[in-house]
């Protein structure tokens, strides 16, 4: 291996194995109360927990280090209302146009539809943009690696970490959104990944029972 500069590994705790299982448990029990709603309330949500969960994202492993993620917090409702508009305007062509029946299909038990209030609910809308390049440091314009990887690793923590703060999440995918990199003022150079809709769920906020259903262990893991 090339030379490079090491510190201790200090900051990691040693676990007992029985303190290890009641942690996963906990944790296991927190995110499986986790459910994609699409009904918001209005109430206001501190702008320190999304910075918080903001940071948590950051901590995620990327390639070569390079964190090649960008978030825009979108809190403006002039700007909210830019992006349903926009969003859903995209989305009636999907719906009435593009999508396949197969597609129609799979959604059917989820309910989803072109009519996206909850894009003006919300208090936050986080656009998630990823970036070709740039690099550790900023000003940095070096090719990045595993971009999908590294932002999909940024996002899930991001999800993990607000709805473990108390605050329920959507994952809207309007596409294309490239109406998101001019709303945001973001370079071409970045691409718009996904829009993540922040916020408590309205008081009478009710969820699709398909997507409870997870699949069991056996389905999704093999042990060899
Ligand atoms: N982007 C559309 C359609 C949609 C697609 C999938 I796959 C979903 O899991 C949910 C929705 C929309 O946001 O309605």
Redesign the pocket.
């Known amino acids: 291996m090339r030379a490079h500069e090491t510190v201790p590994y200090d900051q990691w705790i040693e676990r007992s194995p029985e303190e290890m299982a009641a942690r996963a448990a906990e944790f296991y029990e927190d995110i499986n109360r986790r459910r994609t709603t699409r009904s918001f309330s209005e109430r206001p949500v501190p702008s320190a927990v999304i910075e918080t969960c903001l940071l948590a994202a950051g901590t995620a492993p990327s390639g070569a280090n390079h964190q090649p993620w960008h978030f825009a917090v979108i809190e403006s409702p002039g700007i909210k209302a830019k992006v349903r508009e926009a969003a859903e305007e995209e989305?009636r062509v999907?719906?009435q146009q593009k999508?396949p029946q197969e597609?129609l299909d799979?959604?059917a038990p989820?309910g989803?539809?072109?009519d996206?209030p909850f894009l003006e609910t919300a208090p936050y809308l986080i656009a998630i943009f990823s970036q070709k390049r740039g690099g550790p440091n900023p000003g940095d314009t070096k090719k990045n690696y595993y971009i999908n990887e590294s932002v999909g690793i940024a996002t899930g923590i991001l999800i993990a970490a607000l709805h473990h703060a108390g605050l329920a999440t959507l994952t809207?995918?309007?596409?294309p959104m490239n109406f998101l990199n001019e709303i945001c003022g973001r370079p071409d150079s970045e691409k718009p990944f996904l829009i993540l809709v922040v916020g408590y769920p309205a008081p009478d906020a009710t969820v699709p029972v398909a997507g409870k259903v997870k699949k069991p262990l056996e389905q999704i893991s093999t042990w060899l």
Do not use: I, V
Request: glycine residues 0%; charged residues 25%.
């Open positions: 989305e999907f719906y999508a597609w799979a959604l989820l989803t539809d072109e996206k809207h995918t309007p596409a």
